[in-house]
């Protein structure tokens, strides 16, 4: 990670979910339903930076040797200085039966939890656009 990452110094509060920085052990985020039962059979890491099956999307991220991931989590906005030099690599909508968002590694070693009012939040992913991938903006929209 570059010592530029944005801090939380100047944004608004109420927007801020957390923030998870660790090993990957696998290389693998998850943003899920709390009650998930997809199993991403047809996903081709190899090829693919993500994969949404129902109501869960895997992105791939650098794996725990090559160094650790930073994941911010926002919610309805984000603070402009935070998107900086990060791209879009999923827009979409989370089915949720449980009505809580967890995102987390495979491994379930870290994990942050947001309760979300709708049912189906629209929700979108940035990554810093390089081959391992280190940094990972999550923007769900409770709305």
């Known amino acids: 990670m570059t010592s530029e990452n944005p801090t939380f110094d100047d944004f608004p509060a109420e927007v801020y979910a957390g923030s998870i920085v660790a090993f990957f052990q696998h290389g693998l985020l998850i943003v899920e339903d709390a009650a998930s039962q997809a199993v991403h059979e047809s996903w081709d ?14 992105v791939a991220v650098r794996p725990h040797v090559d160094g650790p991931v930073r994941v911010d989590v926002f919610v309805d906005e984000i603070p402009e200085k935070f998107a900086d030099g ?6 979409g909508v989370l089915p949720l039966r449980s009505g809580v968002v ?4 495979s491994d379930d070693l870290v994990r942050l939890t947001r309760r979300i ?18 940094r990972v903006l999550v923007v769900l929209y409770d709305r």
């Open 117 to 134: 009012s709708v049912d189906q939040p629209h929700f979108g992913v940035l990554v810093n656009d390089t081959e391992r991938v280190d």
């Open 86 to 91: 990060l791209v879009e690599c999923f827009d």
């Open 102 to 105: 967890c995102v987390h590694d």
């Open 45 to 58: 890491a190899a090829s693919e930076r993500t994969h949404f099956d129902d109501d869960s999307l895997f």
